[in-house]
């Protein structure tokens, strides 16, 4: 008796062993034969490279299907393996990395750029064969897309210096009595009360995301201090222009200029709210353009920055509410064709670059495109073009502190908050600054 | 008296019925929120019928992906990890239950640990244990991991009921000369079906919805899990709620299937298991 | 007898397979965290031993202070909630004269069946201060309270570990609808005899009878509250600020947002030693009530 029970309990084992191992070693198995199978024995020059990219929206899906078709055209030997990349943070690249799978090549922005130089993570670009012709090709400007704060290059940039604007419904403000574009901080204030006394939103701000807060901040702050956070390397106290910028934050959403719910408000809320006429303006990047023509058509503008007073507005304008950062695509160390992967990473760049120039007439691209624009851009856009562009005084420059920047992304996003004021953010600000600082 | 004692049983028959409908009601809200755009989720009608069926929803997250080689794949390894789960936590919480050896409590303490640990901690050694043993993309990559996972839970709701059975019956199987072994198997086991039916719900279910380690360790589509379906919605500005309820529609309305098919197991054998106790 | 249950191969048998995949799967990542979390390390390069620092850093890091009462705040609604209406619930529902108990507890675990995803979602929407219907619902009962339930520095913990003990209340149930079931009949029919009234008796009887699982239960409840952090991830990411943070979420932000895994693996050894104290506590106050009764 004592035997059966026994023999059942191992045959159990076996069983549950086996059918698991099976299930491990024929998906296993698997896997390598149709990678034996894609590389038959006379095809042996096809270089096959794994690719991470954002590709799940026709804003990253497009541009990819446009490099990979020239791809082919310009080097028919290389074949891409892509794997879709999603927003998480990077926890996925980073376990790759620390597991030593990185794919030969993959997005990076600066944090990564950052972690990953330290530990060897990813090619040093300085001397490889496209990035003399590439950095030669650079928009003006967009040398900090490329060139990290060590001095050195990692990743072949394909956006240009992108900014954030105040978009605005002309039907709203003329029937509420708004003068646009309000060029003053009073203006703004007063905008606010007409907009509430007719039961509409003022802004509509997606602050569920902790950076558009930080945005709005720096929009403030670019007034008066265009350089941005970078200067508070090394410093421990805030200077007046950051306190002053609090205090309009603090200010404007006493005013009510910020929905209740903003810190819950996510991007297809917030836009849905812009877009059905229930708020007045709308804080994003330049990019929003496209959608929101598509969305309001003629009744959709854009406009600069308030500031304190006219004076400071009209010296400020061109003050860009952004900041170059290094960033794109970057190639793996321990890729088995590096020389490729490399070359294959410019290209993309390039390419991505170009389908966004020819085919969405959107100028903001990293490197210089010499064929012609395909399609008419949106009248915001052309505005853009012709007004602004030509006549930047000056982009942000960041602050090599990953932490100070997270400091202010979480205080920024707190300021939305009713009963967190200016004087709470400041001292949070200067606590970080000081123990990173010290 | 009585008939205090009877609207107050009214009263709490109300309540526990109310209670009922706001368990219930996620369903219908899932369901509705898988035909419905973004417009009418967030603003026109979040809690309503869709007001009109977008059927789309599926449609386009049947073209997105494959759902029935997801589906599978959930269906492979929810099913062999919840079986190693409970195979191998009903054996060990018998010997922390009823073996006598020095290192028994010492055991009970280090299964326990490992109810506390957050995923995200350990997530970096373990993804590069994974790759040592060559399991990267396999269907062992989860299945290995979930079994590991849920063996202090499990083992523990073992142990909970285990020290609770009266000895006698073992006695008496010692007494008439049966092995260890088939105690264990001809009386312990049937006597814990409740539990066994229990934990084979909770971890099924933990091991279907489970996303982190899936989205970490499996990068081959075909390996793939349903709850990795979501990933196809959110897009870099905007997010497709409707086509992310359609596939969490598609994904817990089989185990709505599974549970109530496993609830009236676990009924019946939680009457028997009393009898047996009693 | 006692030879009986001291079968070496049997114990080996048993146990071993169970402690070699648990020590290598789970454990072994553990120590290698608790190592690390004398190292300055970004998770992926050498790093390099700094000793204390990880943990001085931490205990004068104000987010831990957060953390730790995000944390009891959400293990005191889990306990409350799920543990207080869960033991109602399963009482009232053990009654075999109740009419529909089966369709009761069906109803009660599907919220357990769904993901947490949709049932955060499906929260947000009731929460939202506009159109949401907790509001809404004040409004038409006329109390002049409006919250803004997920955006509100002091509510908002508490309304998120709601939405986990409302979804999980079903998993206690079942746990403790079990426990009661596996009481003998016997013991409430004599203690009604006796004269008891039947809420009475379950006080005496059936409660005292069920230690072990209300250990459990208890045990699961505290230690899920303190190292919560799905649902702060979707429904308020940790918002606004840092108000909603925890220490798993503290976790989650040092390792993969600032590059900073062994001060993250710091956090990790500090909630597991939360984690096993509250345990060692839960175990002594349940074994001095055994020894009262």
């Not at chain 3, 402690?19 to 965290?33: K, R």
């Not at chain 3, 357990?112 to 509001?135: E, H, R």
């Amino acid at each position: 008796m004592k035997g059966k029970g026994f023999k059942a309990l191992m045959l159990a084992t076996v069983l549950l062993l086996s059918t698991s191992l099976a299930a491990c070693g024929s998906a296993g198995n698997t896997g390598s034969t149709t990678k034996d199978g894609d590389t038959p024995a006379g095809q042996n020059d096809k270089i096959k490279l794994k690719i991470y990219a954002a590709y799940f929206d026709d804003d990253t899906k497009k541009p990819y299907d446009y490099a990979v078709e020239e791809l082919k055209k310009e080097m028919p030997n290389v074949e891409l393996d892509l794997e879709p990349s999603m927003q998480d943070d990077g926890q996925k690249l980073r376990t790759y990395a620390a597991s030593g799978n990185l794919p030969d090549i993959f997005p990076t922005d600066y944090r990564t750029i950052k972690a990953f130089a330290q530990s060897k993570n990813i090619e040093m670009l300085d001397n490889a064969a496209p990035t003399a012709a590439f950095k030669n090709d650079l928009n003006p400007g967009n040398e900090t897309n490329m060139i990290a704060p060590d001095g050195h290059i990692y990743s072949y940039p394909f956006a240009g210096i992108e900014f954030q604007i105040l978009y605005y419904n002309k039907k709203l403000f003329e029937e509420a009595g708004v003068k646009a574009p309000i060029k003053t901080y009073d203006e703004w204030k007063d905008a606010i009360q007409k907009f509430k006394a007719k039961g509409i939103l003022p802004l509509s701000i997606f602050s569920k995301e902790k950076w558009i807060g930080n945005a709005f901040y720096k929009g403030l702050l670019t007034r008066e201090e265009p350089n941005g956070y970078s200067v508070l390397d090394k410093a421990t106290e805030l200077p007046e222009a950051f306190k002053l910028a609090a205090q309009q934050f603090n200010d404007l959403k006493d005013a009510g200029l910020f929905d209740a719910n903003a810190t819950n408000t996510n991007y297809d809320q917030a836009s849905s709210l812009f877009y059905t006429g229930k708020a007045a303006m709308f804080l994003n990047g330049q990019w929003e353009i496209y959608s929101s023509d598509k969305n309001l058509g003629d009744d959709v503008d854009w406009m600069y920055w308030p500031a304190k007073d006219e004076a400071t507005y009209e010296a400020t304008k061109f003050n860009m509410n952004g900041m170059g950062q290094p960033g794109g695509f970057s190639v793996s160390p321990t890729s088995k064709n590096k020389e490729t992967a490399i070359e294959v990473a410019a290209f993309l760049a390039r390419k991505y670059a170009e389908y966004k120039y020819t085919q969405l007439g959107n100028p903001i691209v990293a490197v210089k495109i010499d064929k012609p624009v395909a399609v008419t851009p949106p009248k915001m856009m052309q505005r853009l073009i012709d007004e602004t562009l030509p006549n930047i005084k000056s982009f942000m420059k960041m602050t090599e502190e990953i932490k100070i920047n997270s400091a202010f992304e979480d205080n920024t996003q707190n300021l939305i908050v009713k009963g967190f004021t200016d004087k709470n953010f400041v001292d949070n600000m200067e606590r970080v600054m000081k123990e990173v600082n010290k | 008296m009585l008939l205090r004692q009877k609207s107050g049983s009214i009263l709490m028959q109300g309540v526990l019925w109310i209670y009922f409908l706001v368990s219930v009601y996620p369903l219908f809200w899932m369901v509705s929120y898988s035909l419905k755009n973004n417009d009418e989720i967030f603003v026109t009608n979040p809690f309503g019928l869709p007001l009109n069926f977008r059927y789309e929803n599926y449609i386009n997250a049947w073209s997105q992906f494959s759902i029935p080689n997801y589906f599978l794949n959930s269906v492979v390894v929810s099913t062999v990890s919840t079986i190693g789960i409970l195979f191998l936590a009903v054996m060990f919480a018998y010997t922390i239950a009823r073996m006598q050896w020095k290192l028994r409590s010492a055991a009970r303490v280090y299964i326990l640990i490992g109810m506390f640990i957050p995923l995200q901690v350990i997530m970096i050694p373990l993804a590069i244990l994974v790759k040592d043993f060559n399991l990267v993309n396999t269907y062992g990559a989860l299945i290995i991991p979930y079994i590991a996972f849920g063996l202090p839970f499990s083992s523990l709701v073992f142990y909970g009921f285990m020290v609770s059975i009266p000895i006698e019956l073992e006695e008496s199987a010692c007494m008439d000369g049966a092995s260890i072994y088939r105690t264990f198997f001809q009386i312990i086991v049937p006597i814990v079906k409740p539990a066994i039916a229990t934990i084979a719900i909770f971890q099924f279910l933990g091991a279907w919805n489970e996303f982190l380690l899936a989205y970490i360790l499996i990068s081959d589509e075909a390996m793939k899990t349903l709850p990795l379906g979501l990933l196809f919605f959110q897009g870099e500005y905007s997010t497709d709620w409707g086509g992310m309820g359609a596939v969490m529609t598609m994904a817990s309305i089989p185990m709505v299937v599974v549970f109530l098919f496993f609830s009236e197991q676990v009924e019946r054998a939680l009457t028997v298991g009393s009898a047996v106790k009693g | 007898m006692r030879k009986y249950y001291r079968n070496k191969w049997a114990i080996m048998l048993f146990a071993l397979p169970a402690l070699l995949l648990y020590t290598l799967i789970v454990i072994y990542p553990v120590l290698q965290s608790m190592y690390r979390s004398f190292f300055d390390w970004d998770g992926l390069g050498e790093g390099t031993f700094n000793g204390l620092d990880n943990y001085i850093r931490l205990f004068n890091d104000p987010l831990l202070m957060t953390s730790l009462k995000n944390g009891a705040l959400f293990a005191l609604v889990l306990v409350v909630f799920q543990l207080g209406l869960g033991t109602i619930m399963a009482l009232v529902i053990a009654d075999p004269r109740l009419r529909g108990r089966k369709v009761l507890k069906t109803g009660y675990f599907i919220p357990v069946v769904l993901s947490v995803t949709v049932v955060c979602q499906l929260w947000i929407a009731i929460y939202d201060p506009t159109n949401g219907l907790i509001n809404k619902l004040f409004q038409v009962l006329g109390i002049p309270y409006q919250q803004n339930w997920l955006s509100s520095p002091t509510v908002s913990i508490i309304a998120i570990a709601f939405v986990n003990a409302w979804q999980y209340m079903g998993y206690q149930f079942s746990l403790l609808y079990a426990g009661v079931k596996s009481i003998p009949e016997q013991y409430m029919e004599a203690a009604t005899i006796d004269g008891c009234t039947k809420w009475g008796a379950h006080r005496r009887i059936t409660i005292p009878m069920m230690v072990e699982t209300y250990k459990f239960c208890l045990i699961i409840a505290v230690t899920s509250g303190i190292s919560a952090f799905v649902q702060m991830l979707i429904m308020t990411n940790g918002g606004p600020g840092t108000t909603n943070y925890t220490l798993t979420f503290m976790i989650y932000r040092y390792a993969f947002g600032e590059f900073e895994y062994g001060y993250a693996c710091a956090v990790a050894v500090v909630l597991v030693a939360i984690s096993l104290l509250v345990t060692a506590i839960i175990n002594r106050v349940f074994r001095q009530e055994k020894v009262t009764h």
